[in-house]
């Protein structure tokens, strides 16, 4: 039995310390630093992944040249859901660790139960250890999918966990959740720095030694990011990001690191009674409620990662009947409104300093896209004067301080996405124009240099 030994640890960021403090030095939190027990026993004890059978066989390594070395590109598993095929690069890479982090009720045990009944050529083991099998059961029965090979384990001691794993031999494991499971090999209580992160290495050995792909699922903390120590993230291959709000329909799934692939794509789910329906279309289904007759609407064609959408932007200007006027934005960074209401005020002639201003992403879209600046302008105008923008036409530019539409990435996707959806014609920037082929598609471009031609375009 080795030396029981203690020390600090952060349970905000993870950072650790011989002595307690008030204050984290990593973070600056106040009164997060925990005592753990770090060590319980020797690290070769049994019960650990295989520990009792790699001592002492592990081979050395040596430098190798670069040159030399052999490289064949990884086969990937089809998962059977497209859109988290999208997010992974094209699927899950054998022997790789996934964390997948979200609000409580986002939806992430629904989709990981959904990739486990979907895999029926696979053997697969879904760990729980914060549900029932009756309740697992039961979200099986509502997602009506079946899967003969489908294994259901209810355990939080990985050294039990381990056992299952080594008589069942799984093609695919996932973890639910990795802040329930404990070690025994570390004293301190589940969810824990030291035992979020003992667990973490287990994982993640068998995973590489073995070339079965994990899965786990992570909780998040109050300011959004996953909870446990920051090690977490660097431990694993990818983290994908489960967003959405819980009142709305639409679910994103985003990539904020991914060791074979992009991190630049998203998926988009809808949240249905019988599961998560793929989104294949999203600009489609957001611009399905749009009333073209009404004033305050304009269409924006925005990039979510390298995926085009069309989204719809409402806005609301009525006079202030309460002294200082309001400034409101879902969906859209409100300090780029206020500017961007400026702009209109200064550069264009309009008396927005006694109106209110409303604005709306539809959807409960959460953008930060400059591209959307020209149809936010537009939409504020229209409502300004109560004349709608015809339902053919949609944005695409950044509008400066000085009144100028400036140029945006990637427009040739942002046409294709608007001539798909049967839209006739677009306002860009004159800058776009200059390199782009313009009669191979079939919309028409109106570009322009500054926001008062396009004002002018619209609205006469």
């Excluded at 399905?288 to 609407?297: H, I, T, V």
């Excluded at 002639?349 to 992403?361: E, K, M, P, S």
């Amino acid at each position: 039995m080795a030396k029981l030994k203690t020390l600090f640890f952060c349970q905000n960021c993870g950072a650790q310390s011989a002595k307690w403090l008030g204050r984290c030095a990593s973070c600056g939190e106040w009164n997060t630093y925990v005592e753990e027990v770090i060590q319980k026993e020797d690290n070769s004890a049994a019960g650990s992944w295989k520990a009792s059978t790699t001592v002492g066989t592990t081979k050395a390594a040596k430098p190798r040249v670069i040159s030399e070395i052999h490289f064949e590109e990884e086969s990937r598993f089809d998962t059977n859901d497209g859109e988290l095929n999208r997010v992974l690069g094209g699927g899950l890479v054998p022997g790789s660790l996934v964390l997948i982090g979200g609000e409580p009720g986002i939806g992430k045990s629904t989709l990981m139960l959904q990739i486990a009944m979907s895999l029926t050529q696979m053997k697969v083991l879904y760990i729980s250890g914060e549900e029932s099998e009756q309740q697992i059961k039961m979200r099986a029965e509502r997602l009506g999918e079946q899967h003969p090979n489908c294994y259901i384990l209810t355990e939080t001691n990985t050294q039990n966990i381990f056992k299952q794993i080594d008589a069942l031999q799984p093609n695919v494991v996932i973890v639910d959740s990795i802040q329930t499971l404990h070690s025994q090999l570390v004293e301190s209580g589940a969810g824990s720095v030291s035992q979020v992160r003992e667990c973490t290495q287990e994982l993640l050995k068998y995973a590489k030694e073995t070339g079965v792909p994990v899965l786990l699922i992570g909780h998040i903390t109050k300011d959004g990011s996953i909870a446990g120590p920051k090690i977490l993230e660097h431990m694993v291959d990818t983290v994908l990001q489960f967003e959405g709000d819980r009142h709305l329909s639409y679910r994103i799934l985003r990539t904020t690191k991914n060791r074979f692939g992009s991190t630049s794509e998203l998926g988009i789910y809808e949240m249905q009674g019988s599961g998560l329906r793929q989104v294949s279309n999203p600009s489609e289904i957001l611009l399905s409620q749009r009333a073209e007759s009404l004033s305050g609407m304009a269409i924006g064609a925005t990039l979510e990662g390298n995926r085009p959408l069309l989204v719809e932007v409402q806005a609301l200007v009525t006079p202030a009947t309460y002294g200082t006027p309001q400034r409101s934005a879902t969906g859209f960074d409100a300090k780029r409104l206020q500017m961007l209401l400026a702009v209109l005020e200064k550069r264009s002639g309009l008396r927005l300093g006694q109106h209110d201003v409303f604005l709306n992403i539809a959807g409960g879209l959460r953008l930060d896209d400059p591209a959307l600046d020209l149809a936010v302008c537009a939409a504020v105008v229209s409502s300004l004067n109560d004349l709608p923008i015809r339902g053919e036409v949609c944005l695409a530019a950044e509008v400066g301080l000085s009144g100028e539409i400036r140029a945006v990435s990637r427009l040739d996707q942002r046409l294709s996405e608007a001539e798909k959806l049967g839209f006739a014609e677009m306002y860009i920037s004159q800058y776009n124009a200059r390199g782009l082929d313009l009669a191979r598609y079939g919309i028409r471009v109106q570009p322009a240099g500054r926001l008062d031609e396009v004002l002018q375009g619209l609205f006469g």
